[in-house]
């Protein structure tokens, strides 16, 4: 069966500080991988979204991902990280051939420091 | 582009009362809805896919006579928890499908908070 594991459960950093968040997947092919944002009390926002070609992908919010099929990796990464980026980060997968529900990961937090 | 509006996004009810929630593609047509729950601190939970004029799919676990769910139209669908209990405390989110590759991706309503006392 799929799955998905975001290892770090809280992760701090400070303002201006760069950031990678980590994400794994278990999977019978490459599926198609996502990453969405939480903020309290609100529903998921797609930050981007690899489908197939440059296994580097930009998204929104200066963020982008870099897909690695030898390490089954789609990790999330911004240069500099804003007070405002503060939220839990899901990283989720589809299948691509056939069938539309997605697998999330557990989440991480993300705490900015001032 | 690819809004999903839902509705309401906080309700208080009594216990044994229903609560409908509705979830709308407002600028694309959403062939497949889903409804997830999500406790605190926790990942998403999916209960069930919609398919528009078509029965839902539920998730094992998930009681299709508690939480039934109506996918009228292209752009609407509706979760109504029945005879609600303290127990169905939770923040339900809606998505719909994108019209990209495999009907991803899924984008996502700001979710309703509900409260049964």
């Known amino acids: 069966a799929q799955s998905v594991t975001q290892p770090d459960i809280h992760i701090t950093v400070s303002e201006g500080a760069s950031l990678e968040l980590r994400c794994n997947y278990s999977?019978?092919?490459?599926?198609?991988l996502f990453w969405y944002v939480q903020s309290p009390g609100q529903g998921l926002q797609l930050l981007l979204k690899?489908?197939?070609?440059?296994?580097l992908v930009q998204g929104i919010k200066g963020f982008e991902a870099e897909f690695k099929r030898s390490q089954s990796s789609f990790n999330l990464r911004k240069p500099s990280v804003h007070w405002s980026d503060a939220a839990e980060y899901f990283c989720?997968?589809?299948?691509?051939?056939?069938?539309?529900?997605?697998?999330f990961g557990t989440g991480t937090q993300l705490k900015v420091e001032l | 582009g690819a809004v999903v509006s839902q509705h309401p996004s906080w309700v208080i009810c009594k216990s044994g009362t229903s609560v409908k929630i509705e979830c709308r593609s407002l600028?694309?047509?959403?062939?497949?809805m889903f409804w997830y729950r999500q406790f605190p601190k926790q990942s998403l939970m999916l209960m069930a896919t919609?398919?528009?004029?078509?029965?839902?799919?539920?998730e094992q676990g998930v009681e299709k006579d508690k939480f039934l769910i109506n996918h009228a139209s292209l752009t609407l669908s509706t979760l109504t928890v029945t005879s609600a209990h303290p127990e169905d405390s939770s923040f339900y989110i809606c998505?719909?499908?994108?019209?990209?590759?495999?009907?991803?991706?899924?984008?996502f309503g700001d979710g309703t908070r509900l409260s049964i006392l």
């Open positions: 998505s719909a499908s994108g019209q990209e590759k495999g009907d991803q991706p899924q984008h």
């Open positions: 999977y019978g092919a490459t599926p198609y």
């Open positions: 690899y489908f197939s070609g440059d296994t």
């Open positions: 989720a997968v589809a299948p691509t051939g056939g069938g539309n529900k997605l697998t």
């Open positions: 600028d694309f047509q959403a062939t497949t």
């Open positions: 919609s398919n528009e004029g078509s029965k839902a799919t539920y």
